[in-house]
Nanobody, 126 residues
Framework: QVQLVESGGGLVQAGDSLRLSCAAS????????MGWFRQNPGKEREFVAG????????LYADSVKGRFTISRDNAKNTVFLQMNSLKPEDTAVYYC???????????????????WGQGTQVTVSS
């Protein structure tokens, strides 16, 4: 069993930056791919970014490519999402997640992740 806790969300203006953190506990997640998703009420959970076990391979949704950076510190069992040049359409609850197992390709579907955090709210005003 793995517990995930996101932090770092908040209310910011368009163009500002935020850095989200996801701290894992209960088990070491250093051998698993991890991802960030976001969701608004009544909408499907959307893939944002993924990172492989070693942190040397990443994948981004087109909507955030060039603005967001995913990284991890396996020694601290933590994953980060640096969000720059934020836009109002980035407003959502952001979730981190652990993939179900080892994968050659980074998964992008929510069903391919096993453990989820509680989410942290990001609100970007215009």
């Amino acid at each position: 069993q793995v517990q995930l806790v996101e932090s770092g969300g908040g209310l910011v203006q368009a163009g500002d930056s935020l850095r989200l953190s996801c701290a894992a506990s209960g088990r070491t997640v250093s051998t698993y791919a991890m991802g960030w998703f976001r969701q608004n009420p009544g909408k499907e959970r959307e893939f944002v970014a993924g990172i492989n076990w070693s942190g040397d391979n990443t994948l981004y949704a087109d909507s955030v490519k060039g603005r967001f950076t995913i990284s991890r510190d396996n020694a601290k069992n933590t994953v980060f999402l640096q969000m720059n040049s934020l836009k109002p359409e980035d407003t959502a609850v952001y979730y981190c997640a652990v993939a179900r197992g080892w994968r050659r390709l980074l998964p992008t579907g929510s069903s391919e992740y096993e453990y989820w955090g509680q989410g942290t709210q990001v609100t970007v005003s215009s």
